[in-house]
């Protein structure tokens, strides 16, 4: 988690919220990461969960990524709780609970949503409060 910070905080400089998000294999290899990039990209999709998850379906070569893990220093929205979901990640760890849009469980809880086809292993509140203070600074400096 100490890593997704890192890649948080780098979306500061273009003014995109900082939320950092790490992919790894089955046998641990970091296969891809991004961060918030709506503001640089003017893409509202580009959330660093899904961001991450093109890298890692690309490195792989393929959409399916089951077996791995994504670590994600915000609770992830409906958007990439989806699209975690639609590639099969197993295991989801988040850092901060989101509770205006949060879909893992502070809003909604698409991941263990009985009617889903797809299950995912939820870890939540890992170094919440380190993301949730470079959260907390940033919308006091940019909002």
């Given at each position: 988690?100490?890593?997704?910070?890192?890649?948080?905080?780098?979306?500061?400089?273009?003014?995109?919220?900082?939320?950092?998000?790490?992919?790894?294999?089955?046998?641990?290899e970091?296969?891809?990461?991004?961060?918030?990039?709506?503001?640089?990209?003017?893409?509202?999709?580009?959330?660093?969960?899904?961001?991450?998850?093109?890298?890692?379906?690309?490195?792989?070569?393929?959409?399916?990524?089951?077996?791995?893990?994504?670590?994600?220093?915000?609770?992830?929205?409906?958007?990439?709780?989806?699209?975690?979901?639609?590639?099969?990640?197993?295991?989801?760890?988040?850092?901060?609970?989101?509770?205006?849009?949060?879909?893992?469980?502070?809003?909604?809880?698409?991941?263990?949503?009985?009617?889903?086809?797809?299950r995912?292993?939820?870890?939540?509140?890992?170094?919440?409060?380190?993301?949730?203070?470079?959260?907390?600074?940033?919308?006091?400096?940019?909002?």
């Amino acid at each position: 988690m100490l890593q997704a910070i890192k890649i948080a905080e780098s979306a500061l400089a273009s003014g995109d919220v900082p939320v950092g998000a790490l992919i790894f294999s089955a046998e641990g290899e970091l296969v891809g990461s991004g961060r918030n990039r709506r503001e640089v990209d003017n893409d509202p999709s580009a959330h660093a969960e899904i961001v991450a998850i093109r890298e890692a379906a690309e490195k792989n070569g393929a959409w399916r990524l089951a077996g791995h893990t994504i670590v994600v220093t915000l609770e992830p929205c409906a958007m990439c709780a989806g699209a975690i979901a639609q590639s099969r990640i197993k295991t989801l760890v988040f850092g901060a609970w989101d509770e205006k849009a949060g879909a893992v469980g502070s809003v909604w809880d698409i991941l263990r949503d009985p009617r889903s086809p797809h299950r995912t292993e939820v870890i939540s509140g890992v170094k919440e409060i380190e993301c949730a203070a470079l959260l907390s600074e940033f919308f006091k400096k940019y909002r």
